[in-house]
């Protein structure tokens, strides 16, 4: 069974840091681009960042610098490393794999002091 679950969304007073996990089972983790979302209540769905099969990655405009995607196939999980989060940060925060077309269930992740 493909499956895709996240955890680590908590809630944390801007400035501070939270790292985002998602383990993959079903299929060969190691083949496919991974992607992390976002979205917030009345939002379209957004990217904030990919990683190839490479381990090269991208990132929303917004969150370059503060964010950071990396990937362990051995442990066939993606993490989302985010600092210096922000109140705009605030959102369920989803892992996909685009190919595959699949996504996970989200962890929310709120940012307030």
């Known amino acids: 069974q493909v499956q895709l679950v996240e955890s680590g969304g908590d809630l944390v007073q801007p400035g501070g840091s939270l790292r985002l996990s998602c383990v993959a089972s079903?299929?060969?983790?190691?083949?496919?681009?991974m992607s992390w979302y976002r979205q917030t209540p009345g939002k379209e769905r957004e990217m904030v960042a990919h990683?190839?099969?490479?381990?090269?990655?991208n990132y929303a405009e917004s969150v370059k610098g503060r964010f950071t995607i990396s990937r362990d196939n051995a442990k066939e999980t993606v993490y989302l490393q985010m600092n210096n989060l922000e109140s705009e940060d605030t959102a369920v925060y989803y892992c996909?794999?685009?190919?595959?077309?699949?996504w996970g269930q989200g962890t929310q992740v709120t940012v307030s002091s």
């Open positions: 996909h794999v685009p190919t595959l077309k699949i």
């Open positions: 079903g299929f060969i983790f190691k083949s496919y681009r």
């Open positions: 990683i190839l099969t490479t381990g090269s990655a």
